[in-house]
């Protein structure tokens, strides 16, 4: 007879898939926090750093692809998984012992039935520190465990969504996503999700509405300071409810440049391509 621990230590049919571009900071932590799977993939879209390096050395395959958006870079990300149960996160987050531990106990089951997928609860580090009471970062319900014959991620370029096609389960322990560990980060951050939200509102011909900004900033920053309970989290909660204002409003300014000022468009991406950011 097999011995126990031998049978709970097993890899599972699952893959593990980061999508990835200059994360040597945090790429290893990520993918040495997995221990039950069977497949590690890291799509890299342009790393300059040590990124792919040490992806390999943890022991991922690692699949260069140039950005093509967040919902396509996923979708091509399953595609090049061995197994159909993809489970799915960013460089800067990892599993928790105790998610490990409801994963391995639980995923037999839910792999044996029709299940599109599952959700998983994220919290979040933020400036350094545990988040405590601010709602999008404690507890915060994600799609990111799922059958990729039954779910697939929308073609947004950015704030992307998993569009299951079946039954979907819940899991109770959290993974841990150390979210803008600087004010720079999530700067630069801002600059690049503008970029790419801007773009998507381009495909789309959607009219700018800059008389709409102020108005826009004050609900963001009413609807994340008190409705989300920023503002329990002292300072470090009205900087988030203070960014996330001025992130509505900027990627307005962005997209107004770019209907009014077609030449921005390019300098702008030669502008990100200069310094490795992207899109």
């Known amino acids: 007879m097999e011995p126990e621990d031998a049978t709970t230590s097993r890899p599972l049919a699952i893959t593990l898939v980061v999508i990835a571009c200059n994360e040597a900071e945090s790429i290893g932590r990520c993918l040495d926090s997995v221990t039950l799977v069977d497949e590690k993939i890291v799509v890299d879209s342009g790393s300059t ?12 395959r690692v699949i260069h692809q140039p950005w093509l958006g967040f919902g396509p870079q996923r979708n091509f990300a399953s595609l090049q998984a061995r197994n159909d149960w993809i489970l799915v996160l960013d ?21 044996d039935s029709n299940a599109a997928g599952a959700m998983l609860r994220r919290t979040n580090s933020y400036m350094g520190a545990p988040m405590h009471w601010y709602r999008p970062m404690v507890g915060e319900r994600i799609s990111r465990l799922y059958h990729r014959g ?14 299951f096609d079946g039954p979907v389960a819940s899991l109770k322990q959290p993974f ?6 600087t004010l720079v980060h999530k700067q630069l951050k801002v600059l690049r999700y503008g970029e790419l939200k801007a773009t998507d509102w381009l495909d789309r011909a ?17 609807k994340d300071y ?13 900087v988030i409810a203070q960014t996330a204002a001025s992130q509505a409003v900027y990627k307005r300014l962005r997209y107004y ?7 921005s468009r390019a300098l702008g991406r030669e502008l990100f391509r200069a310094h490795d950011l992207g899109p």
């Open 257 to 263: 440049e770019m209907c009014t000022n077609p030449q």
């Open 226 to 238: 008190f409705l989300r309970l920023a503002f329990l989290d002292g300072w470090r909660g009205y």
């Open 49 to 60: 750093d040590d990124t792919a390096a040490i992806a390999a050395a943890c022991g991922a």
């Open 176 to 181: 841990i996503h150390f979210q803008n560990p």
């Open 206 to 222: 959607r009219p700018p509405r800059l008389w709409t900004c102020p108005f826009v900033f004050l609900a963001t920053f009413v």
């Open 91 to 111: 460089a800067d987050e990892m599993l928790t012992p105790a998610l490990s531990e409801e994963l391995r106990s639980t995923l037999p089951a839910l792999m």
């Open 150 to 163: 039954r779910a697939r991620w929308s073609d947004a370029r950015v704030h992307e969504s998993l569009q």
